[in-house]
């Protein structure tokens, strides 16, 4: 009896340390970061002609893999911000995000090829459809990552002034 009680203890502690060890052991993301802010301008069958500014940031604990995991928003001209997610898989991304507020929820999901074009920014070309009572629209988009903001070191410049000797009386 002692020796069945034993045995069990021991496979049920090892298949513990083995399923802890197996949730721990998580893949690190491997593939490129498209973090930045990009500005678009696109095509809309209902709106026409428009520009907005959509930013990805790469969530570094979801993505794992290939598989990159961003926090997506776009800003309108007006100030709208439609917040969303996507998900990379080498380059090609799937976007989705929320377009009306309130009970009912509307989505814009796309499907974007994004390409390197220089050695520090990226583009992508999305294809869209937003659902809607009317049967949604489409449109199409080209985003270009704006170049980072170079932030300038400023010197103070130090004007050595003359020694005042306080005059003696």
Known sequence: ??????????????NIILFVSGVEAR??????????????????????EY??????????????????????????ENALVYKGQAIANGYKI???FNISG???????????DIQKISSTRWAYSNHYYEPDENGGDYGSEYCVM???????KLTKKIKKL???VPAQS
Not at 102 to 112: K, Q, W
């Open 27 to 48: 893949e690190q993301y491997v593939g490129p970061n498209f973090s930045g802010v990009y500005s678009c301008k696109g095509t809309n069958n209902k709106v026409g």
């Open 51 to 76: 520009e907005v500014v959509s930013t990805l940031k790469l969530n570094r604990i979801s993505s794992h893999g290939s598989f990159g995991i961003y926090d997506f928003n776009t800003e309108t």
């Open 1 to 14: 009896m002692k020796k069945s009680v034993l045995f069990t203890l021991i496979f049920v502690g090892i």
């Open 94 to 96: 799937a976007l989705t």
């Open 146 to 152: 704006q170049k980072p903001v170079k932030m300038t």
């Open 162 to 164: 003359p020694l005042i």
């Open 102 to 112: 309130g009970s009912n929820a509307d989505f814009s999901t796309g499907i974007a």
